[in-house]
C-alpha cells in the first residue's frame, strides 16, 4: 500500500493493481489501472494518450477522464452502502458492468454501456451521454436526472432514485422478460419521460412498489 503521496504517476506498459485503501490529489495513468477487490481508491483518474482500462472491482470514488485513445471502465465493486461513486466522466468510449453497484453525480460521456449485471444509478442533476444503453438480464439501470442516448432494456429499468424523474432523449425498448419499476409515495412518484420512441414487446412487465 501506498500512503502520504499526493500525486501517482503510472509509465510504461501493462496494469498497475492498487490494494488497501490509496487516496491522492491526482492519479496520471498512462497504463492500465485495476482497484482490487477489497481495496479503495480516492482521485481524479486521468488516462494518457494510449488505450487504456479502468477495472474497478473494489470501491472508487472520483472523476475518470479517459483522455486520448481507446478507454475502457468495466466495473464489478460497490455495494447500495457503499456505491463506486463518479463525480464525472469524460472520453470514455466503452462502459462495462458485470456486478456491484455505482452511481454517476455530474456529466458522463460514454460510448457505449454494456450491463451484464449489477445496478447503475444516475442521481438527481446528473447526464449520462451514450450512444447506446444495453439493460441485459440481471442487470439495472435507472436515472433521477437525464439520459441522452438509446436504451435497450432486457433486465431492469428503475426511473428516478427513490423516487424522482428520468429523462430520455433517445428511444426506449422494453424487451419480453424486462421489468420496468416504479417507486411511490403518498405524494411522490418515479416518472418516465421519453423524448423519442417507446416499444414495449409482449412479455415485458410494469412493477408499481411502495
Request: avoid cysteine; hydrophobic fraction near 45%.
Amino acid at each position: 500500500m501506498l500512503r502520504d503521496f499526493e500525486i501517482l504517476n503510472s509509465e510504461g506498459n501493462g496494469t498497475l493493481t492498487l490494494t488497501g485503501t490509496q487516496s491522492y490529489e491526482r492519479v496520471n495513468a498512462a497504463t492500465n489501472l485495476t482497484v482490487d477487490s477489497g481495496a479503495s481508491l480516492t482521485a481524479p483518474v486521468v488516462f494518457g494518450a494510449g488505450d487504456n482500462r479502468f477495472t474497478i472491482a473494489g470501491a472508487f470514488a472520483g472523476s475518470v477522464d479517459g483522455g486520448n485513445g481507446t478507454d475502457t471502465i468495466l466495473v464489478s465493486g460497490g455495494s447500495a452502502a457503499v456505491p463506486v461513486a463518479f463525480s464525472s466522466i469524460a472520453n470514455v468510449e466503452a462502459f462495462g458492468m458485470t456486478a456491484g453497484y455505482a452511481t454517476i453525480a455530474g456529466n458522463a460521456s460514454l460510448g457505449n454501456v454494456d450491463m451484464s449485471g449489477g445496478r447503475l444509478v444516475g442521481l438527481a442533476g446528473s447526464t449520462i451521454r451514450a450512444a447506446q444503453i444495453a439493460v441485459r438480464s440481471g442487470a439495472t439501470f435507472g436515472s433521477a436526472g437525464s439520459v441522452i442516448g438509446n436504451i435497450a432494456v432486457a433486465g431492469t429499468l428503475s426511473p428516478g432514485a427513490s423516487p424522482g424523474t428520468m429523462t430520455v432523449t433517445g428511444n426506449v425498448s422494453l424487451a419480453s422478460g424486462s421489468v420496468s419499476l416504479f417507486e411511490i409515495t403518498p405524494t411522490l412518484a418515479d416518472k418516465l419521460v421519453i423524448n423519442g420512441g417507446l416499444s414495449i414487446a409482449s412479455g415485458a412487465t410494469l412493477r408499481i412498489v411502495a
